[in-house]
């Protein structure tokens, strides 16, 4: 995908603090981390959001938590991670490139969302 963010990051035209890379998925430090670790997953392949995702991606999105687990304990919240994955104008994604949040550290995250 032309002028596709994280695609040029997956192509390796932008570089990346990469943490895991095979052969469907790669996972990176987040260029703006929000708490002490913050790790993107991403599927090589462009899939614009979780909204435009179909039965044929359950594979790779299986794949994707399951990574997310072990990049989490290896990159320094073992006792706990939060996951998050924004999707479409309601779930304010910026980048239009599917790709799961990881979060955490040695502290809480804190509440999921601030009330409204
Ligand atoms: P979202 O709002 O869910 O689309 O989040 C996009 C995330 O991508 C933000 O947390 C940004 O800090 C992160 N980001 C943007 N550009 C880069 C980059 N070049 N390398 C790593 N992370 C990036
Ligand atoms: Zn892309």
């Known amino acids: 995908m032309e002028n596709c963010l994280f695609c040029k990051i997956a192509g390796g035209q932008i570089p990346a603090r990469k943490v895991h890379e095979d052969d469907e998925i790669l996972a990176f430090h987040d260029i703006n981390p929000a708490r002490p670790v913050h790790l993107l997953v991403i ?9 435009t995702a179909t039965e044929a ?58 009330r409204i």
């Open 43 to 51: 599927p090589r392949r462009h899939i614009t959001s979780l909204a």
């Open 57 to 114: 991606d359950v594979p790779v999105l299986g794949r994707m938590l399951a990574i997310a687990n072990r990049l989490a304990s290896e990159q320094g919240s073992p006792d706990g991670f939060r996951v998050i994955i924004n999707t479409g104008r309601i779930g304010h994604q910026e980048v239009q490139h599917l790709h799961a949040h990881i979060v955490g550290g040695p502290e809480p995250v804190g509440p999921m969302l601030k």
